[in-house]
């Protein structure tokens, strides 16, 4: 394949057919490019050490991503707590344990009353507790679960299976009624 101008140069006898099929072969050369030049050992090396960068970079990314994530659901937990806290004046001192400590709560009657049914639950809130409603005690657990720190809704479910043969040998001892502790 010549172009124009080389047929005309061909024509007018300014250069010969051995010199056009040589231009036309670097020609075609040059469109095709060169094979890439064989790898030499500085070149693999710094491939390898390009990747292994690349690789360290995404799994710190992803260490980073897993921290903020997991810095978001504590705020968003801490910020349910603090909505949908029930503050309610009291009395009485509710006892729990919270890890090997065992706390008080002042409650009133009726919040005594719900804590042991299990309709409120006790969550951590900085240095204090505060009293939640079960669904708001659900969505905190769905977050952060260390946040709860007592929900007898829950110790129930879980407890059942090892308490079984210590309610039979219990059984036998009358509690009192009026027994707090």
Do not use: C
């Not at 829950?154 to 079984?164: E, P, S, Y």
């Amino acid at each position: 394949m010549r172009n124009p101008l080389q047929d005309q140069l061909l024509k007018a006898g300014l250069v010969k057919k051995a010199q056009v099929t040589q231009v036309a072969r670097e020609q075609a050369r040059q469109r095709q490019g060169k094979s890439a030049p064989a790898p030499n050992e500085q070149r693999i090396d710094a491939e390898r050490a390009r990747v292994e960068r690349v690789e360290r970079d995404r799994a710190l990314a992803a260490e980073r991503n897993a921290q903020a994530r997991a810095h978001e659901q504590r705020a968003q937990a801490r910020q349910i707590v603090v909505t949908q806290r029930i503050v309610a004046p009291g009395e009485i001192a509710y006892r729990f344990a919270d890890g090997e400590a065992i706390r008080s709560l002042l409650v009133d009657a009726a919040s005594r009353a719900q804590l042991a049914s299990g309709a409120l639950v006790i969550a951590r809130l900085d240095d204090g507790y505060a009293l939640l409603p079960r669904a708001a005690a659900e969505k905190v657990r769905a977050r952060d679960a260390s946040m709860i720190v007592l929900d007898h809704a829950a110790t129930a479910d879980g407890a059942t299976a090892t308490a079984d043969g210590d309610d039979a040998y219990y059984a036998r001892f009358k509690v009192p009624d009026d027994l707090i502790w």
